[in-house]
C-alpha cells in the first residue's frame, strides 16, 4: 500500500527558509511523479512543482521559479520540497502527492503539512 | 498556464437530488494521440487531503460510488453527483494534468439545501 508520510509542522519568521520531507512507502520511488501542492487558510489547491527521481531535474510554477527547490533522495525514498524567502502569504498546507508517471493523474497524497510564517 | 474555471463558486443541493459542477479551461486538454482528457476530479473535505474521483474525466477511481460520474472533452467538463448522501459535503475541484504544469480549478463548495 502506498504511503505518503510528510514531516511535522513548521513555524518560521519572514525572509527564512523551510524544508518538509515526504517518505514514500510501496512502489518503485525513483520511476513516480512527486509534486508538492500548497493550500493557503480557506483557498484552493495550488502546484507549486514536481519531480521524478529517475530523470532528475524538477519543475516549477513560474510563480515559485527561483524560490523553491525540489529534490529527491532515492536512497531514502524521500522528496524534498525546500520554499526560501518565506512571507507571511505563504502560511499554507503544504502537500505531497504522486502519480504514476508525469502524464498519469495524482492518485496519492501525503497528509499535508501546515506551515506558518509569522514574526 | 492553462488555467481552470470551475461554476458555481457555491452549490445547496437537497439530499437525494442532482449536484452539477462544471469546469472550464482555456486549451484543450484532450490529447489527439491517445483520445484522452487529462482531467480529473477530487472532493476535499476539511482537514483532509484531496481525494481523487475520476481521471481520464470520466473513469471513476476505484471504490467511488457510482453515483459520482463525470463527462465531457476538450475544455468543457462536468461532475455530476445523480443522488447527493450528507457525507458527500465537500469541496470539489477539477485538475488538468495534461501540461508540465498542471494546473487546479478554484474550486466549488458543496452544502446540503
Known amino acids: 500500500q502506498v504511503q505518503l508520510v510528510q514531516s511535522g509542522a513548521e513555524v518560521k519568521k519572514p525572509g527564512s527558509s523551510v524544508k518538509v520531507s515526504c517518505k514514500a512507502s510501496g512502489g518503485t520511488f525513483s520511476s513516480y511523479a512527486f509534486s508538492w501542492v500548497r493550500q493557503a487558510p480557506g483557498q484552493g489547491l495550488e502546484w507549486m512543482g514536481g519531480?521524478?527521481?529517475?530523470?532528475?531535474?524538477?519543475n516549477y510554477a513560474q510563480k515559485f521559479q527561483g524560490r523553491v527547490s525540489i529534490t529527491a533522495d532515492e536512497t531514502t525514498s524521500t522528496a524534498y520540497m525546500e520554499l526560501n524567502r518565506l512571507r507571511s502569504e505563504d502560511t499554507a498546507v503544504y502537500y505531497c502527492?504522486?502519480?504514476?508517471?508525469?502524464?498519469?493523474?495524482?492518485?496519492?497524497w501525503g497528509q499535508g503539512t501546515p506551515v506558518t510564517v509569522s514574526s | 498556464d492553462i488555467v481552470m474555471t470551475q461554476s458555481p463558486d457555491s452549490l445547496a443541493v437537497s439530499l437525494g437530488e442532482r449536484a452539477t459542477i462544471n469546469c472550464k479551461s482555456t486549451q484543450s486538454v484532450l490529447y489527439s494521440s491517445n483520445n484522452k482528457n487529462y482531467l480529473g476530479w477530487y472532493q476535499q473535505k476539511p482537514g483532509q487531503p484531496p481525494k481523487l474521483l475520476i481521471y481520464w474525466a470520466s473513469t471513476r477511481e476505484y471504490g467511488v460510488p457510482d453515483r459520482f460520474s463525470g463527462s465531457g472533452s476538450g475544455t468543457d467538463f462536468t461532475l455530476t453527483i445523480s443522488s447527493l448522501q450528507a457525507e458527500d459535503v465537500a469541496v470539489y475541484y477539477c485538475?488538468?494534468?495534461?501540461?508540465?504544469?498542471?494546473?487546479f480549478g478554484q474550486g466549488t463548495k458543496l452544502e446540503i439545501k
Open positions: 502527492a504522486r502519480a504514476a508517471s508525469q502524464s498519469s493523474v495524482t492518485t496519492d
Open positions: 519531480i521524478i527521481p529517475m530523470f532528475g531535474p524538477a
Open positions: 485538475h488538468q494534468y495534461y501540461s508540465t504544469t498542471p494546473t
